[in-house]
Protein backbone atom coordinates (compact mmCIF):
# COMPACT_ATOMS: atom_id res chain seq x y z
CA UNK A 1 0.00 0.00 0.00
CA UNK A 2 1.22 3.47 -0.86
CA UNK A 3 1.56 6.01 1.57
CA UNK A 4 -2.06 7.58 0.01
CA UNK A 5 -3.80 4.64 0.04
CA UNK A 6 -3.04 4.02 4.09
CA UNK A 7 -3.94 7.77 4.64
CA UNK A 8 -7.09 7.15 2.86
CA UNK A 9 -7.61 3.89 4.93
CA UNK A 10 -7.06 5.74 8.28
CA UNK A 11 -9.91 8.47 6.76
CA UNK A 12 -12.05 5.54 6.35
CA UNK A 13 -11.81 3.52 9.93
CA UNK A 14 -12.17 6.93 11.87
CA UNK A 15 -15.49 7.60 9.90
CA UNK A 16 -16.24 4.04 9.85
CA UNK A 17 -15.72 3.98 13.31
CA UNK A 18 -18.53 6.39 14.42
CA UNK A 19 -21.08 4.64 12.70
CA UNK A 20 -23.95 2.53 14.25
CA UNK A 21 -22.76 -1.31 14.12
CA UNK A 22 -24.23 -4.41 14.31
CA UNK A 23 -23.56 -8.57 13.65
CA UNK A 24 -22.62 -9.00 9.22
CA UNK A 25 -23.52 -11.87 7.86
CA UNK A 26 -20.43 -12.59 6.06
CA UNK A 27 -17.73 -10.18 8.04
CA UNK A 28 -18.11 -9.76 12.09
CA UNK A 29 -19.77 -6.42 11.58
CA UNK A 30 -21.66 -4.23 9.11
CA UNK A 31 -22.29 -0.35 9.38
CA UNK A 32 -24.95 1.69 9.00
CA UNK A 33 -23.89 4.21 6.18
CA UNK A 34 -26.23 6.34 4.80
CA UNK A 35 -29.53 4.47 5.47
CA UNK A 36 -27.79 1.17 4.61
CA UNK A 37 -25.96 -1.36 6.06
CA UNK A 38 -22.74 -2.09 4.81
CA UNK A 39 -19.58 -3.88 5.32
CA UNK A 40 -16.28 -2.16 5.78
CA UNK A 41 -15.44 -2.89 1.82
CA UNK A 42 -18.88 -1.69 0.47
CA UNK A 43 -18.56 1.79 2.24
CA UNK A 44 -14.73 1.76 0.91
CA UNK A 45 -16.49 0.91 -2.38
CA UNK A 46 -18.62 3.42 -2.77
CA UNK A 47 -16.53 6.51 -1.19
CA UNK A 48 -14.21 5.13 -4.59
CA UNK A 49 -17.07 5.13 -6.94
CA UNK A 50 -18.02 8.44 -5.63
CA UNK A 51 -14.55 10.22 -6.07
CA UNK A 52 -13.11 7.89 -8.95
CA UNK A 53 -15.59 6.20 -11.32
CA UNK A 54 -16.20 8.29 -14.36
CA UNK A 55 -19.80 7.27 -15.82
CA UNK A 56 -19.84 7.29 -19.56
CA UNK A 57 -23.59 8.13 -21.23
CA UNK A 58 -24.42 4.76 -22.66
CA UNK A 59 -23.48 2.90 -19.64
CA UNK A 60 -26.04 0.29 -18.24
CA UNK A 61 -25.81 -0.79 -14.50
CA UNK A 62 -27.59 -3.89 -13.13
CA UNK A 63 -28.85 -3.23 -9.63
CA UNK A 64 -30.06 -5.93 -7.62
CA UNK A 65 -30.32 -6.76 -3.74
CA UNK A 66 -27.98 -9.08 -2.94
CA UNK A 67 -29.26 -12.90 -4.11
CA UNK A 68 -32.52 -11.24 -6.26
CA UNK A 69 -31.61 -12.49 -9.99
CA UNK A 70 -28.14 -10.45 -10.75
CA UNK A 71 -26.39 -13.82 -12.04
CA UNK A 72 -29.48 -14.71 -14.26
CA UNK A 73 -29.75 -10.49 -15.36
CA UNK A 74 -26.13 -10.56 -16.07
CA UNK A 75 -26.25 -13.66 -18.57
CA UNK A 76 -29.19 -12.13 -20.01
CA UNK A 77 -27.99 -8.59 -20.04
CA UNK A 78 -24.86 -10.06 -21.98
CA UNK A 79 -25.68 -12.29 -24.49
CA UNK A 80 -28.93 -9.66 -25.40
CA UNK A 81 -26.26 -6.79 -26.16
CA UNK A 82 -23.52 -8.80 -27.65
CA UNK A 83 -25.81 -11.36 -29.50
CA UNK A 84 -24.12 -9.94 -32.88
CA UNK A 85 -21.16 -10.68 -31.42
CA UNK A 86 -20.92 -14.59 -30.52
CA UNK A 87 -22.18 -17.72 -31.79
CA UNK A 88 -24.87 -19.60 -29.06
CA UNK A 89 -23.19 -22.51 -29.60
CA UNK A 90 -19.75 -21.21 -28.76
CA UNK A 91 -20.57 -18.28 -26.38
CA UNK A 92 -18.42 -16.94 -23.82
CA UNK A 93 -21.15 -17.63 -20.76
CA UNK A 94 -20.57 -21.30 -22.28
CA UNK A 95 -16.62 -21.12 -21.05
CA UNK A 96 -16.53 -18.05 -18.24
CA UNK A 97 -19.89 -18.26 -16.67
CA UNK A 98 -21.96 -15.13 -16.09
CA UNK A 99 -19.62 -13.30 -13.54
CA UNK A 100 -16.83 -12.70 -15.50
CA UNK A 101 -19.01 -11.00 -18.43
CA UNK A 102 -19.47 -7.90 -16.54
CA UNK A 103 -17.64 -6.43 -13.46
CA UNK A 104 -19.32 -5.98 -10.42
CA UNK A 105 -18.80 -2.22 -9.82
CA UNK A 106 -18.89 -2.45 -5.76
CA UNK A 107 -15.94 -3.98 -4.94
CA UNK A 108 -13.89 -4.12 -8.68
CA UNK A 109 -13.80 -0.71 -8.58
CA UNK A 110 -10.50 -1.19 -5.62
CA UNK A 111 -9.26 -4.84 -7.27
CA UNK A 112 -6.60 -3.25 -9.10
CA UNK A 113 -4.47 -1.33 -8.45
CA UNK A 114 -4.44 1.67 -7.34
CA UNK A 115 -8.08 1.82 -9.17
CA UNK A 116 -10.07 -0.45 -11.55
CA UNK A 117 -9.89 1.89 -14.81
CA UNK A 118 -13.20 0.63 -16.92
CA UNK A 119 -12.03 2.92 -20.05
CA UNK A 120 -11.50 0.03 -22.21
CA UNK A 121 -14.72 -1.69 -21.99
CA UNK A 122 -16.85 -1.63 -24.92
CA UNK A 123 -20.43 0.46 -24.79
CA UNK A 124 -22.55 0.04 -23.91
CA UNK A 125 -20.67 -0.68 -20.85
CA UNK A 126 -22.32 -2.97 -18.82
CA UNK A 127 -21.74 -2.96 -14.49
CA UNK A 128 -23.39 -4.84 -11.53
CA UNK A 129 -24.19 -3.06 -8.43
CA UNK A 130 -25.95 -4.22 -5.21
CA UNK A 131 -25.48 -0.66 -3.91
CA UNK A 132 -29.05 1.10 -2.66
CA UNK A 133 -30.12 3.88 -5.73
CA UNK A 134 -29.30 6.68 -2.78
CA UNK A 135 -25.65 5.33 -2.42
CA UNK A 136 -24.65 5.53 -5.75
CA UNK A 137 -23.11 9.41 -6.61
CA UNK A 138 -25.54 11.73 -8.61
CA UNK A 139 -22.92 11.32 -11.59
CA UNK A 140 -24.96 8.17 -12.38
CA UNK A 141 -28.26 8.72 -10.57
CA UNK A 142 -29.56 12.29 -11.31
CA UNK A 143 -31.92 13.57 -13.75
CA UNK A 144 -29.43 14.98 -16.07
CA UNK A 145 -27.57 11.61 -16.48
CA UNK A 146 -28.42 8.99 -19.39
CA UNK A 147 -27.10 6.37 -17.68
CA UNK A 148 -29.99 3.23 -17.63
CA UNK A 149 -30.44 0.30 -15.00
CA UNK A 150 -32.33 -2.48 -15.12
CA UNK A 151 -33.14 -3.69 -11.27
CA UNK A 152 -34.08 -6.97 -10.35
CA UNK A 153 -36.22 -7.23 -7.49
CA UNK A 154 -37.92 -10.72 -5.93
CA UNK A 155 -40.15 -11.68 -3.17
CA UNK A 156 -38.30 -10.94 -0.14
CA UNK A 157 -39.24 -13.96 1.44
CA UNK A 158 -36.91 -15.52 -1.27
CA UNK A 159 -34.25 -13.28 -1.14
CA UNK A 160 -33.60 -13.97 2.78
CA UNK A 161 -33.43 -17.63 2.09
CA UNK A 162 -31.18 -17.86 -0.75
CA UNK A 163 -28.98 -15.37 1.35
CA UNK A 164 -28.46 -17.35 4.47
CA UNK A 165 -27.91 -20.10 2.38
CA UNK A 166 -25.08 -17.97 0.57
CA UNK A 167 -23.55 -16.13 3.20
CA UNK A 168 -23.37 -19.13 5.21
CA UNK A 169 -20.78 -20.51 3.02
CA UNK A 170 -19.03 -17.03 2.58
CA UNK A 171 -18.57 -16.72 6.75
CA UNK A 172 -15.42 -17.14 8.06
CA UNK A 173 -14.87 -20.22 10.34
CA UNK A 174 -13.46 -18.19 12.53
CA UNK A 175 -16.74 -16.64 13.50
CA UNK A 176 -19.89 -18.24 15.27
CA UNK A 177 -22.47 -19.54 12.43
CA UNK A 178 -25.79 -17.38 12.07
CA UNK A 179 -28.45 -19.77 12.94
CA UNK A 180 -31.98 -19.52 10.51
CA UNK A 181 -33.58 -17.77 13.18
CA UNK A 182 -31.46 -15.34 14.01
CA UNK A 183 -30.99 -13.82 9.97
CA UNK A 184 -34.25 -14.13 9.58
CA UNK A 185 -34.94 -11.79 12.58
CA UNK A 186 -32.08 -9.57 11.54
CA UNK A 187 -33.64 -9.48 8.19
CA UNK A 188 -37.24 -8.50 9.25
CA UNK A 189 -35.27 -5.75 11.11
CA UNK A 190 -33.61 -4.78 7.95
CA UNK A 191 -29.90 -6.01 9.25
CA UNK A 192 -27.98 -7.81 6.28
CA UNK A 193 -25.54 -6.21 3.74
CA UNK A 194 -27.08 -3.64 1.91
CA UNK A 195 -29.98 -3.62 3.73
CA UNK A 196 -32.61 -2.55 4.61
CA UNK A 197 -34.02 -4.80 1.50
CA UNK A 198 -37.32 -2.28 1.62
CA UNK A 199 -35.85 0.49 0.75
CA UNK A 200 -33.52 -1.00 -0.81
CA UNK A 201 -36.26 -2.02 -3.80
CA UNK A 202 -38.30 1.30 -3.02
CA UNK A 203 -35.38 3.28 -3.60
CA UNK A 204 -35.42 2.08 -7.40
CA UNK A 205 -38.77 1.66 -7.52
CA UNK A 206 -39.76 5.23 -6.78
CA UNK A 207 -36.70 6.09 -9.42
CA UNK A 208 -38.24 4.38 -11.97
CA UNK A 209 -41.51 5.76 -11.34
CA UNK A 210 -39.76 8.86 -12.00
CA UNK A 211 -38.07 8.24 -14.55
CA UNK A 212 -39.04 4.73 -16.75
CA UNK A 213 -36.95 5.55 -19.50
CA UNK A 214 -33.41 5.24 -17.21
CA UNK A 215 -34.46 2.85 -14.94
CA UNK A 216 -36.70 -0.83 -15.74
CA UNK A 217 -37.67 -2.35 -12.84
CA UNK A 218 -37.86 -6.32 -13.18
CA UNK A 219 -39.51 -9.02 -10.86
CA UNK A 220 -38.02 -12.34 -11.23
CA UNK A 221 -41.06 -14.21 -10.43
CA UNK A 222 -42.40 -12.78 -13.57
CA UNK A 223 -39.33 -13.84 -15.70
CA UNK A 224 -39.47 -17.47 -14.38
CA UNK A 225 -43.44 -17.05 -15.61
CA UNK A 226 -42.62 -15.52 -19.57
CA UNK A 227 -38.95 -15.21 -19.80
CA UNK A 228 -39.45 -14.39 -23.37
CA UNK A 229 -41.94 -11.20 -22.65
CA UNK A 230 -39.38 -9.79 -20.25
CA UNK A 231 -36.40 -10.24 -22.10
CA UNK A 232 -37.72 -8.64 -24.87
CA UNK A 233 -38.68 -5.64 -22.61
CA UNK A 234 -35.07 -5.67 -20.83
CA UNK A 235 -33.45 -6.21 -24.64
CA UNK A 236 -36.03 -2.44 -25.91
CA UNK A 237 -34.75 -1.12 -22.84
CA UNK A 238 -31.31 -1.41 -23.43
CA UNK A 239 -31.62 -0.26 -27.02
CA UNK A 240 -31.32 -2.99 -28.50
CA UNK A 241 -35.21 -4.26 -29.55
CA UNK A 242 -35.67 -7.75 -31.46
CA UNK A 243 -36.40 -7.40 -35.03
CA UNK A 244 -39.01 -8.93 -36.22
CA UNK A 245 -36.65 -11.27 -38.37
CA UNK A 246 -34.54 -11.94 -35.22
CA UNK A 247 -38.00 -12.98 -33.39
CA UNK A 248 -38.86 -15.35 -36.70
CA UNK A 249 -35.66 -17.33 -36.05
CA UNK A 250 -35.85 -17.86 -32.58
CA UNK A 251 -33.37 -15.53 -30.93
CA UNK A 252 -34.99 -14.84 -28.03
CA UNK A 253 -36.03 -18.05 -27.36
CA UNK A 254 -32.16 -18.82 -27.98
CA UNK A 255 -30.93 -16.47 -25.68
CA UNK A 256 -33.28 -17.37 -22.66
CA UNK A 257 -32.82 -21.17 -23.38
CA UNK A 258 -28.50 -20.51 -23.02
CA UNK A 259 -29.42 -18.56 -19.72
CA UNK A 260 -31.55 -20.53 -18.27
CA UNK A 261 -30.70 -21.81 -14.38
CA UNK A 262 -30.83 -25.52 -16.01
CA UNK A 263 -28.39 -24.62 -18.89
CA UNK A 264 -25.97 -22.62 -16.59
CA UNK A 265 -26.04 -25.19 -13.38
CA UNK A 266 -24.81 -27.69 -15.54
CA UNK A 267 -22.29 -26.14 -17.26
CA UNK A 268 -18.95 -27.59 -15.90
CA UNK A 269 -17.28 -23.91 -15.22
CA UNK A 270 -20.24 -23.32 -13.22
CA UNK A 271 -19.93 -26.56 -11.25
CA UNK A 272 -16.41 -27.03 -10.57
CA UNK A 273 -13.88 -25.00 -9.35
CA UNK A 274 -13.63 -23.30 -12.88
CA UNK A 275 -13.53 -19.70 -11.69
CA UNK A 276 -15.35 -17.38 -9.58
CA UNK A 277 -16.44 -13.82 -8.45
CA UNK A 278 -13.06 -11.73 -6.94
CA UNK A 279 -14.86 -9.55 -4.41
CA UNK A 280 -11.81 -8.68 -2.64
CA UNK A 281 -8.48 -9.22 -2.60
CA UNK A 282 -9.10 -12.42 0.02
CA UNK A 283 -12.99 -12.88 -0.87
CA UNK A 284 -13.25 -15.42 -3.93
CA UNK A 285 -16.61 -17.04 -4.47
CA UNK A 286 -16.82 -19.88 -6.82
CA UNK A 287 -19.72 -19.89 -9.61
CA UNK A 288 -21.10 -23.09 -8.77
CA UNK A 289 -22.44 -20.71 -4.90
CA UNK A 290 -24.05 -18.34 -7.73
CA UNK A 291 -26.62 -21.33 -8.45
CA UNK A 292 -29.13 -23.01 -5.57
CA UNK A 293 -32.40 -23.99 -6.97
CA UNK A 294 -33.41 -21.29 -9.04
CA UNK A 295 -36.55 -21.73 -8.06
CA UNK A 296 -40.15 -19.66 -7.23
CA UNK A 297 -41.48 -20.13 -3.21
CA UNK A 298 -38.28 -21.99 -1.72
CA UNK A 299 -39.36 -20.24 1.44
CA UNK A 300 -42.22 -22.46 2.06
CA UNK A 301 -39.68 -24.91 3.19
CA UNK A 302 -37.99 -22.97 5.88
CA UNK A 303 -40.74 -20.25 7.45
CA UNK A 304 -43.34 -20.93 9.49
CA UNK A 305 -47.30 -19.39 9.06
CA UNK A 306 -46.12 -16.85 11.65
CA UNK A 307 -42.61 -15.79 10.20
CA UNK A 308 -44.10 -15.73 6.57
CA UNK A 309 -47.51 -13.53 7.99
CA UNK A 310 -44.34 -11.30 9.31
CA UNK A 311 -42.55 -10.59 6.21
CA UNK A 312 -45.88 -10.19 4.44
CA UNK A 313 -46.75 -7.38 6.44
CA UNK A 314 -43.74 -5.68 6.36
CA UNK A 315 -43.38 -6.10 2.70
CA UNK A 316 -47.32 -4.82 2.66
CA UNK A 317 -46.70 -1.90 4.37
CA UNK A 318 -43.44 -0.68 3.15
CA UNK A 319 -44.00 -1.65 -0.61
CA UNK A 320 -48.03 -0.30 -0.37
CA UNK A 321 -47.38 1.97 -4.01
CA UNK A 322 -45.43 -1.13 -5.39
CA UNK A 323 -47.74 -4.25 -4.62
CA UNK A 324 -50.94 -1.98 -5.80
CA UNK A 325 -49.65 -0.93 -8.91
CA UNK A 326 -48.33 -4.46 -10.44
P1 LIG B 1 -31.78 -19.56 -4.93
O1 LIG B 1 -30.77 -19.51 -3.82
O2 LIG B 1 -33.18 -19.29 -4.46
O3 LIG B 1 -31.70 -20.80 -5.74
P2 LIG B 1 -27.85 -13.64 -7.34
O4 LIG B 1 -27.47 -14.04 -8.70
O5 LIG B 1 -28.47 -12.27 -7.27
O6 LIG B 1 -26.76 -13.85 -6.37
O7 LIG B 1 -29.06 -14.57 -6.92
C1 LIG B 1 -28.86 -15.95 -6.79
C2 LIG B 1 -30.21 -16.63 -6.89
O8 LIG B 1 -30.60 -16.70 -8.27
C3 LIG B 1 -30.14 -18.06 -6.40
O9 LIG B 1 -31.45 -18.36 -5.92
C4 LIG B 1 -29.79 -18.80 -7.68
O10 LIG B 1 -30.06 -20.17 -7.66
C5 LIG B 1 -30.68 -18.05 -8.68
N1 LIG B 1 -30.20 -18.14 -10.07
C6 LIG B 1 -28.92 -18.16 -10.51
N2 LIG B 1 -28.88 -18.26 -11.85
C7 LIG B 1 -30.17 -18.31 -12.26
C8 LIG B 1 -30.77 -18.44 -13.56
N3 LIG B 1 -30.05 -18.53 -14.66
N4 LIG B 1 -32.11 -18.47 -13.61
C9 LIG B 1 -32.87 -18.37 -12.49
N5 LIG B 1 -32.35 -18.27 -11.25
C10 LIG B 1 -31.01 -18.23 -11.13
Known amino acids: QTEEQEAYDQKLDAMIATLPKNKGWRSQYIFRY ?17 DHFHPQPTDI ?34 RTGPQSVFPFLDTHIFLDHPITNFDHLPAPRLFATHNAHSSLPTSMTSPASTCKFVYVCRDPKDALISKWHFMRKLRSKELPPISFNEAFELFCNGVSEY ?132
Open 195 to 326: GPFWDHVLGYWKASQESPEKILFLKYEDMKREPTVELKKLAAFMGTPFTEEEEKKGVVEEIVKLCSFENLSNLEVNKGGGGGQKFTAKVVVENREFFRKGKVGDWENYLTEEMKNRIDTITINRLKDLTQNT
Open 34 to 50: KGFWASREVIRGQLLIG
Open 61 to 94: FLAAFMKCGTTWLKALMFATVNRQRYNFSDHPLL
